[in-house]
């Protein structure tokens, strides 16, 4: 018998900042890459829009609704496992948005919550691509929200 490698996924994320420019983290509560920080998403449910998963999503994980300015990015997570086989895949669809209410707390996958300064995160306690993501998210946001 073979291992078979786990269906890829289709999921969304969402870079969310603050009028402050901090965006929004959240710290996995599970695997694929549990207890590393990521922003804020989860999978698409059947029938269920890409904005409309990423709001969903936002909201389940941080109490927090957000305007959503656009696509950053689109991004393939590969986890593997010690052995160097496939243990998660994840195809990432990653939307900037501008807060518009709620005070973020951890909520369903979230292990913990924090707006964070996008120039001071650490990445090796990052998923992978995030931090270009939220590079990304900044110049979207200017671009689609100027003041």
């Known amino acids: 018998m073979t291992d078979t490698p786990p269906r890829q996924r289709l999921g969304v994320s ?6 402050d420019g901090q965006v ?10 549990f207890g590393y920080w990521s922003l804020p998403g989860g999978s698409v449910e059947p029938g269920e829009t890409l904005r409309e998963a990423a709001l ?8 927090v609704t957000a305007e ?6 689109a991004v393939d997570l590969v986890g593997r496992d010690d052995a160097g086989a496939i243990s ?6 990653v939307f900037a948005g501008r807060h518009l209410s709620g005070t973020a707390v951890a909520g369903d996958d979230a292990a913990a919550v924090r707006w964070s300064d996008p120039d001071d995160l650490d990445p090796t306690e990052i998923t992978p691509d ?8 900044r110049v979207l946001l200017v671009t689609d929200f100027p003041d």
């Open 14 to 19: 969402v870079a969310c900042f603050r009028e």
């Open 24 to 33: 929004l983290m959240v710290r996995r509560g599970k695997a694929p890459w």
């Open 56 to 63: 969903r999503e936002l909201m389940e994980e941080t109490a």
């Open 68 to 73: 959503l300015a656009g696509v950053i990015t």
């Open 88 to 93: 998660a895949h994840v195809a990432l669809i």
């Open 130 to 137: 995030v931090p270009e993501a939220i590079r990304r998210g």
